[in-house]
């Protein structure tokens, strides 16, 4: 039997061409349901505030960091989407005085624009926004050494090189409308993927790449960033690859409540606990990573009860 066509866009793969089961059981599922959804691998953190939601996002920074010596370096791959730890991140580097010349970071995403990664002067710009948002905020003597900010660029061979030799202690994400972590988007149906998407193993074989944005990602990504204006958003962004998100010793989710909806976060969650890995849903592959954790505001959980506005 084929699988349905989407909902959103029939040219591509993406979560509304799941079975009605799995959609089902995930709309009803209740906030006292979430936490029996945990199990060896997976675990489930909530938080009552936002202020505590952030500053515990911005601390997984601070124990990578701390963990790192020239013997030995550590760093942390993190995203822009959720932003708001950013400037947290580096208050607390800084008045805890904790020199990062041994630290390291590696940005998720970059856009990608006539055959380049967008400059710095991009009004969307990831690296700015990370520059902008902390490290430029980081006292001189404490700073991240630039050597050690590495950013996705057009040819990714130097981006890839630099997880050599670096742990990465923890790769943090937020969740995109098309359930995706970073920018690894479903893909299209077209070719040999018209019939079924790729299989897991097949997408967890691709490394830091440039890929094309689902729609959903393009109104996600205007709306959140753009006050709408589609136009504004590329088409094509580099991405890190789940060949290097393997490489991560914890993958760390935060679900603030306003980049995906309800309904996407309760998806997500389940199919990760009972072990659905489908490449329609690129969130649900993470399922086979040995240790991720889902962080949730609380207030942001909401239900998927209908309700006209």
Same mark, same amino acid.
Request: glycine share 8%.
């Given at each position: 039997m084929?699988r349905p066509i989407s909902?959103i866009a029939?040219e591509w793969?993406?979560?509304t061409?799941l079975?009605?089961d799995?959609?089902?059981d995930?709309a009803k599922?209740t906030e006292?349901?979430f ?12 938080y009552?505030t ?8 911005a601390?997984e920074?601070?124990?990578a ?8 370096p550590?760093?942390i791959?993190g995203p822009i989407?959720?932003?708001e730890q /950013? %400037?947290?991140?580096? *208050? ?10 041994n =630290?390291?970071?590696? +940005?998720?995403?970059e ?6 990664e967008?400059?710095e002067d991009h ?5 700015r926004?990370?520059?902008e948002?902390?490290f430029d905020?980081?006292?001189p003597h404490?700073a /991240? %050494?630039i050597?050690? *900010?590495?950013f ?5 061979k130097?981006?890839? =090189?630099?997880?050599e +030799?670096v ?12 359930k995706?972590w970073?920018?690894n988007?479903p893909?299209r149906r077209t070719g040999?993927?018209?019939d079924?998407?790729?299989?897991p193993?097949?997408y967890?074989k691709?490394g830091t790449?440039?890929?094309e944005?689902?729609?959903l ?7 959140t ?5 589609i136009?504004l958003?590329p088409t094509?962004a580099?991405?890190v690859?789940?060949k290097q998100?393997?490489?991560a010793?914890k993958?760390?989710i935060?679900h ?6 309800p309904?996407?976060i309760r998806l997500?969650?389940l ?15 993470l399922?086979?990573?040995p ?8 207030g942001?959980?909401?239900?998927c009860e209908?309700?006209?506005?």
């Amino acid at each position: 039997m084929s699988r349905p066509i989407s909902k959103i866009a029939p040219e591509w793969w993406d979560y509304t061409t799941l079975e009605p089961d799995i959609l089902n059981d995930a709309a009803k599922l209740t906030e006292k349901e979430f936490m029996s959804l945990e199990r060896p691998g997976f675990k489930i953190v909530f938080y009552d505030t936002l202020a505590e939601f952030f500053l515990a996002e911005a601390l997984e920074y601070i124990n990578a960091w701390q963990r790192s010596t020239a013997d030995n370096p550590v760093g942390i791959c993190g995203p822009i989407g959720p932003t708001e730890q /950013l %400037p947290l991140v580096a *208050q607390l580097v800084n008045d805890l005085e904790i020199p990062l010349s041994n =630290a390291h970071f590696w +940005g998720m995403d970059e856009w990608y624009l006539d055959g380049k990664e967008a400059g710095e002067d991009h009004p969307l710009s990831f690296a700015r926004a990370d520059r902008e948002l902390c490290f430029d905020r980081i006292h001189p003597h404490l700073a /991240l %050494p630039i050597a050690n *900010q590495h950013f996705p660029k057009a040819d990714v061979k130097a981006y890839e =090189a630099s997880w050599e +030799g670096v742990r990465c202690a923890v790769m943090q994400g937020g969740q995109g409308e098309v359930k995706h972590w970073a920018f690894n988007d479903p893909a299209r149906r077209t070719g040999a993927y018209k019939d079924n998407p790729p299989s897991p193993e097949e997408y967890r074989k691709l490394g830091t790449r440039v890929v094309e944005l689902h729609p959903l990602t393009l109104i996600q990504n205007a709306r959140t960033s753009g006050g709408g204006n589609i136009p504004l958003v590329p088409t094509h962004a580099l991405t890190v690859g789940p060949k290097q998100t393997w490489r991560a010793e914890k993958i760390s989710i935060w679900h603030p409540g306003h980049h995906d909806n309800p309904f996407g976060i309760r998806l997500s969650t389940l199919m990760i606990s009972k072990g659905i890995a489908d490449s329609a849903v690129p969130m649900s592959l993470l399922a086979d990573h040995p240790n991720v954790q889902f962080n949730f505001y609380r207030g942001g959980l909401g239900t998927c009860e209908t309700e006209m506005h």
